[in-house]
């Protein structure tokens, strides 16, 4: 059964800062991986999709890298802003693209 | 264009009684998820929808819950009987397939007392 772990479960930097979060998962056979945005009482905002044959995307500030063979991948912020404040969830697509979630890292950027 | 929707977007019902959720995917969307977000179990997957095949209910926690998805488009997930471990955010998602972007609705809040 497929795991997603995420790490940190939480953080809290200063404005500015250029940040990792990671994600790991223990079944390599993927079919994709998505990152996502949540705000408080509120739905999930895709963020970046990286299907199993790239190794990269990039959407602005953000860029998420993705390495099958070793079941990980990093969702890099540059010049973090406090309204990047929010919880990031991790998750692979496995068969159909049925999501596998990690439990998520909460992002506090103090101004 | 208009997202995901959802409604409603906050039910509190007593135990026992039946519920109904509705989602509307983004038009032309092929795929349509149903995921549950609890804090015991974060969020996971329940059912999901591709074109006219017939659905993944893999994720299903009990016979309690079914789904069902018209003209391949609106789509109501039924939980009979709530029991109080069924309170939770339940979220919707569709895609333009099964291995593209999924974009996911509001949610639904789901309390039984």
């Known amino acids: 059964k497929q795991e997603v772990t995420q790490i940190p479960a939480a953080l809290s930097v200063p404005e500015g800062e250029n940040l990792v979060l990671n994600c790991s998962f223990t079944d390599s056979a993927i079919y994709n991986l998505q990152w996502f945005r949540q705000d408080p009482g509120k739905g999930l905002t895709s963020l970046l999709l990286i299907q199993s044959s790239q190794r990269e995307q990039t959407s602005g500030r953000l860029n998420a890298s993705l390495d099958k063979s070793s079941g990980r991948s990093t969702l890099y912020i540059a010049a973090s802003q406090p309204g990047d404040s929010a919880t990031y969830l991790c998750a692979v697509g496995e068969y159909g693209n049925k999501l596998v979630f990690g439990a998520g890292t909460i992002l506090r950027v103090k101004s | 264009g208009a997202g995901v929707s959802q409604s409603p977007s906050n039910k509190v019902t007593e135990k026992g009684k039946d519920v109904e959720l509705r989602c509307d995917p983004i038009s032309g969307h092929t795929a349509l998820y149903w995921y549950r977000q609890s804090l015991g179990q974060g969020l996971e997957f329940l059912i999901y929808f591709q074109g006219n095949s017939a659905p993944d209910k893999s994720g299903l926690p009990s016979d309690r819950f079914s789904a069902e998805r018209t003209g391949g488009s609106v789509s109501t997930l039924t939980i009979q009987r709530t029991q109080q471990e069924d309170s939770a955010v339940y979220l919707c998602?569709?895609?333009?397939?099964?291995?593209?972007?999924?974009?996911f609705g509001p949610g639904t809040r789901l309390t039984v007392t």
């Open positions: 998602a569709s895609s333009t397939g099964t291995v593209y972007e999924q974009y």
